[in-house]
Every structure is written in C-alpha cells, then in structure tokens.
C-alpha cells in the first residue's frame, strides 16, 4: 500500500487489512433462476476479477437471451401466488431478508470491496447498512399501500383500495455500489408485489449472486427473485422482453437513450437513474473545514465512481484561494492502496476499461488548457489505480467540466454573484445532484429552489436515507427512487 500523506507526519503508518478469510468464494457460479444456480443455456462463463490486484476471484455463467427466456418465465409463474399473499406476509420476507444481511454484513462487505474496488470502510460503514435499511423500510411499507397516497380516493375523502403490482420487473444495474443498487431496485418491487429479474454489472456480480443465497437463506418462494449475471446483450434481451412489465435501469446515459428507444411504443413502465454532473457551490460564507470536508466526500468517495458526484466545484470568488489550499492540505492526507485496509481513503478503480476513460479525459482537461494537480501518490504496481485529482483555471467549455468523467477528478470554478453560481451550475445537460455551502437558511432555500437537480443537500454531501426520494432530471434520467416516492414506478396506480 503507498500512503498519499506526507512523509514529515508523526505518526507512523499501521496498516489494518481486514481479513478475506470471512468470505469464500466459490470458484465459479451459476446463473440464480427459479431459485437454483443453473449453468448458462450455451454454457457460456467469464471471469471476474478484483480491482486492486487483478487476481481472478472466480468464473461465473454469463446469460444469454434462452436464460432471460428462462428467468422471465420463473418470475412470471412466481407473480401469480406472490402478488397473491397479503402485505403482512410479503413484509415477513422482507424483514428476514434485511436481517440476514445485517448477520452477514462483514462478509458482503469484504465480498464487495475485493469484487469492487472501493474501501472496506466505505462498504462497511455506508454500503451495508444502507442496503438492510432499504430492505427493513420497504418492508414497513408491503402492507400499507392503500396508504401511500397513489389508490383512488372515496368520496368520504378515504383512500380506496390498494393498488395493484405490476408483474415481472426487469432490473439492470451497474458497479459502483452493486448491493446498494440491488436494494434499491428489489425491495420496493417485493413489497409491492412484483418478481424480479435482476442483471448485476459484468465486473461486479459477486455480491448480487451472494444475495441470491441470502434469499434462499430467508426462505423466498422459488422465482420472486431472479438473477442473471451477464454483458449489454442479456441486459437488452431483458429489456426488450414482451413479458417484462416494468423496467429499472441505473447507468449510463448512452445505455438508457437506447432502453427508452426500445421500451418506447409498449406499456412497460420504466424508470432511469442515469449520469450526473454534480455542482457542489461553496459561499463566502460557507463553514471553511466543514465544506472541505464535504468536497472531499462528494468527489473521492468510491473514487468519484458515483453518479451524483459533486464533479465540477463552484468557489465564491473571493475565498477561492483559501478555499483551494486548504483542500490541497487535505488531500495530502488521504491514503491510496489496498482497499482491505480499514485506514484507506482511496480505493482501486473498478476496471481497466474505466480507467483508462478517466485517463483520455484527464489528459484532454490537461491538453485544452486547465491546470492539473494531484498530492504527491505512489500507486501501486497492480490493479487499476488513479490520483485525486484538481483541475483549475477551468471554464465551462472544457471538457472536464462538461462531461461526467465517473472518477476521482474535481473540476474547480468561480462566481460571484448567486444568481451567477445558479447559472453555471444548471448549464449542464445533466441534473441529478447539487450541493450548496453557506451559513445562511434562506440563501440555501433561495438557490436550492432555482437549481435544476433532483437531490440538492445543504452543508453536506452524499447523504442517503432510504425514506428518501432520489432522482434526476434532464439526461439524469426520470422517475425516483426510495421513500415512498419509489413504490409508485412499482404499481399500477
């Protein structure tokens, strides 16, 4: 492990790996469909490897079109006595479920961080307990539907009945929090009595397979749940399946055009949570410390590899330069290295094919003029690694300050009025997320109101609950997830 602090510090350096030995992975894996792992129909199985080291972790059956045939036809047979059971004994499963997961959380969060890339600490003390959450308040919610606002209202001014699930939903996620991501689509669509088919990420599906075991461990019906590791075409193949009656879709925005082209003309309902843009707007007045803090966690946390990043950092023009030295001191500080390690800040990145995107758009932010700063790092000889990186003296017209670059590199800009920070912050084709820094109640009001985001947080950054809606606007994609707002993409209102 190569430690990014300086060498002058006090203290000596004491690493803390957490031990693998907790977790066994099998050497290969099946598809998960109708409740057994099955071999893929032409027998087809990649490898997924770890970030950090490149060491293969194991093989596992990649699906095909025949295996979505399969895993539709599971999930819709399954629909008829699921969608059936009362709310109350859904929630029984549930809550088994998010139980389970809390008994085992050290083991998946080993599990993720060796298939992921991203530091224990961050899979231990935000990834896991935020997936038993989401399980824990979906539960609460299977059995009052008729409840929440979306049934027909009585004359008396009542809620009528319940309204119904949907069927079989298709579900594609990525691999920057592949068990978060696996939550947030299942939890709400179990509650609400829907199956699911679920395809993880190609370079993450471990975690996904290992929740597989999690639902026969909680004793699920065989084909409520789904799962089918594989590339772009078992994803398409899902998509495009005439007996899927929903789709959830967390990803690129290239990816989610296309599914909305596809899905466009049938009556499948469709959410997409897509790429971001995050501005992160700092004030005069803003608590200094506090907001570095907050600017760290918002662009380094999972390496930048989220997609509500605070990406491009908007400084009042008068305390930019203390604002940027007192960052620079803190990313001295930060550690680079073996993601097992408890006290590692920076993980790997999660594939070669990722890094070197991260890398091409860099260096374009680089070759267009704007100033590139990194802490003196030692990356690691193995894995996929990159430095936190600044860039400075950017305008809106870099690259690195228009497109989603999906690692850990911060655009920095100025302003100097409001109304200038809310304009630059919404000229973006994105609108996922934003952060705004200042002492004042009614200026966070005033500029959180004018911004074009689907989550704006106030004197922080990142934050998550699973009580609360998340979503986007404009190439962030539509619909919300979480809350109550993400049973509703769920049922038939």
Known sequence: MAPASSSSSPFEYAPAPESR??????????????????????????????????????????????????????????????????????????FRIARIIQERSRELAVL?????????????????????????????????????????????????????????????????????????????????????????????PLSALFFADVCRQAGLPKGVVNILPGYGDAGAALVAHPDVNKVAFTGSTAVGKEIARTVAGTRKKLTLE????????????????????????????????????????????????????????????LRLGDPLDKNTDIGAINSAEQLARITALADQGEAEGAERWSPECELPSSGYWFAPTLFTGVTQAHTVARDEIFGPVLSVLTFRTPDEAVAKANNTPYGLSAGIWTEKGSRILAVANKLRAGVVWSNTFNKFDPTSPFGGYKESGFGREGGRHGLEAYLDV
């Open 112 to 204: 993720e961080t060796l298939d992921n890339g991203k530091p224990i600490k961050e899979t231990r003390d935000a990834d896991l307990p935020l997936v038993a959450a989401h399980f824990f308040y979906y539960a609460g919610w299977a059995d009052k539907l008729e409840h929440a606002g979306f049934g027909r209202v009585t004359t008396d001014g009542h809620s009528g009945p319940a309204p119904k699930p949907l069927g079989v939903a298709g579900q594609v996620i990525p691999w920057n929090f592949p068990l978060l991501m696996l939550a947030w689509k299942i939890a709400p669509a179990l509650a609400t009595g829907n199956t699911v088919v679920l395809k993880p990420a190609e370079t993450t």
């Open 274 to 333: 897509l790429g971001g843009k995050g501005a992160n707007i700092v004030f005069d007045d803003a608590p200094l410390d506090q907001a570095v803090e907050g600017i760290v966690n918002g662009i380094f946390f999972n390496q930048g590899q989220v997609c509500c990043a605070g990406s491009r950092l908007l400084v009042q023009e008068s305390i930019h330069d203390e604002l940027l030295d007192a960052l620079k001191r803190r990313l001295t500080t």
């Open 21 to 94: 030995s907790i977790v066994d992975i099998a050497p290969s894996y099946g598809l998960f469909i109708d409740g057994e792992f099955a071999e893929a129909a032409d027998g087809q199985v990649f490898k997924t490897v770890a970030p950090a080291t490149e060491e293969v972790l194991s093989e596992v059956a990649r699906a095909g079109e025949a295996d979505v045939e399969r895993a539709v036809r599971a999930a819709r047979k399954a629909f008829a006595t699921w969608s059936a059971l009362p709310g109350t004994e859904r929630a029984k499963y549930l």
